[in-house]
């Protein structure tokens, strides 16, 4: 289907890049629109407002990676899907919360950022055990969907009970934006409008996921460069484009929190809920060992940066999110010259 709307739109078609340059438009577009629909809908069946933001928007975050991952499946590419996942996180730790820290100093530590902390700790670490082992496989597809579950039931338990204003100390304005948010970008959508969006929104997600996936197989096969290596770095930093513009937003806004807690958030979902899926979809184990365990230790490595910050409450100040924007760098870097799989 993206062959032939490819054909459509040139006739020579798009290069291998414009296509993954439209698929992740488009990712971004239809993840949006997939939210807002389905906060739509929750708002019209009078679901819990928090746990419509801690569900809906947190998954939604993270759905460029699940529409990646679903496509890479059908194609047989689950390098693409895995490493997407991974090079996902590294850049939300390493390239966003830096850049983040760059335009206003972030306080990591309040109730719900360490408990997601902790969370993002321990599925860093269970993953890399797995990659000792050598195969991602049903069990663990089980596993993570699992801890997914009770990772969305924690969330929400430890918001209804401790209330940011409670806990870190924000006042009860900063506390209730999402709530606030959610209610005034809902008022006077239909049900019907916001299935329409659900729709609209997943077919367009269908789409960008084939363009990129089709784009990235394209690519690697005329410059001879393996699809984990871009999905990794290209594809990894496209799908990650909606936490880029929704952390720069918050920083402007003077909403720190928010930043961390939807970075550190979207990173857990990525490993407990995109990797899962991608186990649980596909037809035999996925081999990570040869080719992901050296980027899987750096994701740990980002995780156990939090560590501190999380533990004495400092704040993460402008010199250290240069630092992290500058390991970044250095981690592409060295994916391109000196990565042992590629």
């Not at 997914?148 to 209330?163: Q, R």
């Not at 937003?249 to 930043?259: D, E, G, I, M, Y």
């Amino acid at each position: 289907m993206a062959d032939q709307i490819i054909e459509l739109l040139g006739p020579t078609g798009l290069e291998t890049f414009q296509s993954i340059g439209l698929g992740v438009i488009l990712l971004a577009l239809g993840g949006d629109v997939l939210v807002r629909g389905a906060l739509g809908c929750a708002h019209r069946l009078k679901l819990s407002t928090l746990f419509v933001g801690i569900a809906i928007v947190s998954l939604g975050t993270s759905a460029p990676e699940f529409g990646i991952a679903v496509i890479a499946v059908y194609y047989d590419q689950l390098d693409i899907a895995v490493g997407t996942a991974i090079g996902s996180n590294i850049a939300n730790i390493f390239l966003i919360m830096g850049l983040a820290a760059l335009i206003r100093p972030l306080l990591i530590r309040n109730t719900a950022i360490v408990r997601d902390g902790v969370f993002f700790i321990a599925a860093s670490g269970f993953l890399l055990w797995i990659a000792q082992t050598g195969f991602l496989t049903i069990v663990d597809a089980g596993f993570f969907l699992g801890a997914l579950v009770l990772y969305i039931f924690t969330s929400y338990v430890t918001e209804l009970f401790y209330s940011p204003a409670k806990t870190s100390g924000t006042s009860p304005d900063q506390a209730g934006t999402v709530s606030r948010a959610l209610d005034i970008g809902l008022a006077g959508r239909s049900l019907v409008l916001s299935l329409i969006f659900v729709i609209a929104g997943g077919v367009t997600l269908y789409f960008g996921a084939q363009f990129v996936i089709e784009g990235t197989i394209g690519y690697a096969r005329q410059s001879g460069i393996e699809e984990g290596l871009l999905s990794l770095s290209v594809v990894a930093l496209g799908a990650a484009l909606p936490e880029l513009v929704a952390t720069v937003f918050a920083c402007l806004r003077n909403q720190p929190s928010l930043v961390i807690g939807n970075l550190i958030g979207s990173s857990i979902i990525n490993i407990l809920g995109v990797l899962g899926l991608t186990a649980f979809l596909a037809d035999f184990d996925i081999e990570i060992a040869s080719i992901f365990t050296w980027d899987i230790w750096i994701m740990f490595a980002a995780a156990l940066i939090l560590l501190p910050f999380m533990v004495t409450g400092r704040l993460l100040s402008r010199f250290e999110g240069m630092l992290l924007v500058v390991a970044y760098g250095s981690y592409l870097y060295m994916l391109f010259t000196i990565h042992p799989a590629f």
